[in-house]
């Protein structure tokens, strides 16, 4: 049986007005946080993946959270671990966050940069992403290392 994330989310609602009525004030993120907990997982993104109902579930993930990957950001070499995932809006689209070890110098001037430890991108089932540059190619594309 899958749970709604509109069920998990009224828990969350739940939890944070009786913890309130209790003195202890705290946010919706934190009361969500509180729920993916209770329900066994590190944090709300990875439960509310898994709470979508059957007839939602991608057809295949190309990628799970804590895979090594490795691949190019703006045409620069990267590797990494996927932080976390989400399907996005459209179908076969994920939401990943990617947290890069070394850091990428994501700007493509010459004349400057500027590293980033992580960043969230849509990618889809190839791992490339569906963001353009002005070159007609993906800003990221990633394989499992």
């Known amino acids: 049986m899958t749970i709604q994330s509109s069920d998990l989310k009224t828990h969350a609602r739940r939890l944070r ?71 996005t809006i459209k179908p076969d689209l994920w939401r990943l966050t990617v947290a890069f070890n070394p850091p990428v110098d994501v700007v493509t001037s010459p004349l400057f940069s500027a590293e980033r430890r992580r960043v969230e991108i849509v990618v889809g089932a190839d791992g490339r992403s569906r963001r353009l540059t002005g070159t007609e190619t993906g800003v990221m594309e990633l394989a499992r290392a």
Do not use: C, M, Y
């Open 17 to 87: 007005t009786a913890l309130g009525e209790d003195g202890i004030a705290i946010t919706h993120s934190q009361a969500l946080e509180l729920v993916a907990r209770q329900h066994g997982e590190r944090d709300w993104n990875t439960l509310s993946a898994q709470s979508r109902p059957l007839a939602e579930a991608p057809t295949s993930v190309p990628f799970a959270v804590g895979d090594a990957v490795s691949g190019t950001f703006n045409g620069k070499p990267a590797r990494g671990h996927v932080h976390g995932i989400a399907q």
